[in-house]
T-cell receptor, first 113, second 111 residues
Framework: DAGVTQSPTHLIKTRGQQVTLRCSPKSGHDTVSWYQQALGQGPQFIFQYYEEEERQRGNFPDRFSGHQFPNYSSELNVNALLLGDSALYLC????????????FGSGTQLSVL | KQEVTQIPAALSVPEGENLVLNCSFTDSAIYNLQWFRQDPGKGLTSLLLIQSSQREQTSGRLNASLDKSSGRSTLYIAASQPGDSATYLCGYTGGGNKLTFGTGTQLKVEL
């Protein structure tokens, strides 16, 4: 079992550009959550997708949007990139319910110049 | 605002020492609490999960406890090894899979 797969692993963008990050959940998991982790900080919840809909959202601006596909994979889109968007973006998958351990991917390191 | 505090922020110990990492949280309505390990620039690896109805969980040299009434959890690492060097994060869910994390404890185990 491949677990949670994220792509790309590293990405460099310039201010104002747009970026799309991708996540494939563990087989059997139908819920995908995205987190942003700035250097030296704990991960911050961005949003969660279940049944192709955004179910919960953290305190992030509308520049952050997402999508979940019928095969449960997910994308995170960030528009009008700011220097402060530089961070490690983590995807986590879980089965429906919330009592199981969340399984995290290795993350995408985004650098905005 | 629900917060999670982890103390200490950094810790350096000699190999073989037993150590305790602390996590405190303000939300009394937690569903479960997890301890994670994170190596530099990498994702999170779940170490232990404690349901709100449980008091502790053990896995090998790791033991985590949970006291909901005081809003505290501890991670005990026995006989530390250099391979234990990493950042340890605690995070809780109030239901719905959303995790609220602390800022972590950076552990270095020296030979």
């Amino acid at each position: 079992d491949a677990g949670v797969t994220q792509s790309p692993t590293h990405l460099i963008k310039t201010r104002g550009q747009q970026v799309t990050l991708r996540c494939s959940p563990k087989s059997g998991h139908d819920t995908v959550s995205w987190y942003q982790q700035a250097l030296g900080q704990g991960p911050q919840f961005i949003f969660q997708y279940y049944e192709e809909e955004e179910r919960q959202r953290g305190n992030f601006p509308d520049r952050f949007s997402g999508h979940q596909f019928p095969n449960y994979s997910s994308e995170l889109n960030v528009n009008a990139l700011l220097l402060g968007d530089s961070a490690l973006y983590l995807c986590a998958s879980s089965p429906t319910g919330g009592s199981e351990k969340l399984l995290f991917g290795s993350g995408t390191q985004l650098s905005v110049l | 605002k629900q917060e999670v505090t982890q103390i200490p922020a950094a810790l350096s110990v000699p190999e073989g020492e037993n150590l305790v990492l602390n996590c405190s949280f303000t939300d009394s309505a937690i569903y479960n609490l997890q301890w994670f390990r994170q190596d530099p620039g990498k994702g999170l690896t779940s170490l232990l999960l404690i349901q709100s109805s449980q008091r502790e969980q053990t896995s090998g040299r790791l033991n985590a406890s949970l006291d909901k009434s005081s809003g505290r959890s501890t991670l005990y690492i026995a006989a530390s090894q250099p391979g234990d060097s990493a950042t340890y994060l605690c995070g809780y869910t109030g239901g719905g899979n959303k995790l609220t994390f602390g800022t972590g404890t950076q552990l270095k185990v020296e030979l």
